[in-house]
């Protein structure tokens, strides 16, 4: 038979090893959404004329008083977020982010036009490309996603 201490001592070494896995685990889930806009869901999010803190920024965010009022969106799916802004008909992209397992690739940044590339790292084959465009003003996004 095992002594009491020794059972003690493994009780103690299964609590230390549990109470260190969920700190970790509870880290990596609360820092997992930093930066992502609250606002960010499935297809487009609502209009934001203020600039707001996102990923992967591509240009300054400032905006002059002149011309048409910018117009912001952001699209969120498969393999992650782009965010793009119309003034007028010119279109930019402001940022835009990965999800875990996909590289984003910018193929194009506007004026006419934006497109992203999300690519997945795995044996999948997953990929979704994003184009985004300004009709009257407000950016309009397609998405089309293959390999799941």
Known sequence: M???RAAVSAVVAWLV???VGSTVVWLVISRAGDGISPAATPGIAPTTTQPTTQ???DRPTSHSSSGPTPQRRTWQGVG???TVEC???TISLVARS???GFVVEPEKRGPDEVRVVFE???DEGRETSVRARCEDGVPVFEADTNGD
């Open 17 to 19: 090893v549990v109470a």
């Open 2 to 4: 095992s002594s009491p």
């Open 120 to 122: 997945g790292q795995g």
């Open 87 to 89: 003034r007028g008909a």
């Open 80 to 82: 992650g977020l782009v």
């Open 55 to 57: 990923p992967a920024t």
């Open 98 to 100: 990965a999800d875990v």
